[in-house]
């Protein structure tokens, strides 16, 4: 596998499930990126994780729970959704702190959530 | 208040003409720009970008112009294509920013009419 994976692609859950979204980055990142993504809205970022730290967490309801186990993978699981949960969530991945154009982020392709 | 806009939501242009996209932002701390293309069902895919040391850079048929004066910024891309149907979305951030973060845009949807 090359890039960012994210799996499931899919998921539908009631409201009173509990799930994990995983993602993998296969390109030797050492920062990773949970975005949500609603119809014509800009992408929200989420949580920042950088060197597998904790940097970002821009208000995010504690429904969310990300982990970063390593620099490679990182989760968000998810419990007690609501139905304005649903939506495109991404992942990504960057190389920060080598002074070039360290910005640039490579994004999996997302898990469509429906809760119901 | 949005630091980055896309005021047009979408754009509809002729194959092999040139089309235009626009992004407007707020904060002068940014210093670094990408657009990014988006296809339904996928995850945005990186197109190109423009230091703010830099007015203008090309990669083959994409353009970005950057305007620092009028915190604008443009993508040009001639001949437009029918693969070139997307969402597109303009992003920026601040090197001063610890968390690297990207500040994005709400995006524009391109279609390119046969």
């Known amino acids: 596998e090359t890039g960012v994976t994210q799996t499931p692609r899919h998921l539908v859950m009631g409201m009173t499930n509990k799930k994990s979204l995983k993602c993998e980055q296969h390109l030797g990142h050492n920062a990773m990126y949970w975005y949500k993504q609603s119809a014509k809205k800009p992408l929200e970022l989420m949580f920042v994780?950088?060197?597998?730290?904790?940097?970002e967490n821009n208000s995010v309801p504690s429904r969310f729970s990300p982990e970063c186990p390593n620099s490679s993978h990182l989760f968000l699981h998810l419990h007690t959704l609501q139905p304005e949960d649903s939506a495109l969530y991404l992942c990504a991945s960057s190389h920060v702190g080598a002074g070039g154009p360290a910005d640039t982020q490579y994004f999996g392709p997302g898990t469509r959530l429906t809760v119901l | 208040d949005q630091q980055v806009k896309q005021n047009s939501p979408s754009l509809s242009v002729q194959e092999g003409r040139i089309s235009i996209l626009n992004c407007d932002y707020t904060n002068s701390m940014f210093d670094y720009f990408l657009w990014y293309k988006k296809y339904p069902a996928e995850g945005p895919t990186f197109l190109i970008s423009i230091s703010s040391i830099k007015d203008k850079n090309e990669d083959g048929r994409f353009t970005v112009f950057l305007n620092k004066s009028a915190k604008h910024l443009s993508l040009h891309i001639v001949p437009s294509q029918p693969g070139d149907s997307a969402v597109y979305f303009c992003a920026a951030s601040a090197s001063m920013d610890s968390n690297y973060q990207l500040i994005w845009g709400a995006g524009t949807k391109l279609i390119i009419k046969p």
């Open positions: 994780y950088n060197f597998k730290e904790q940097t």
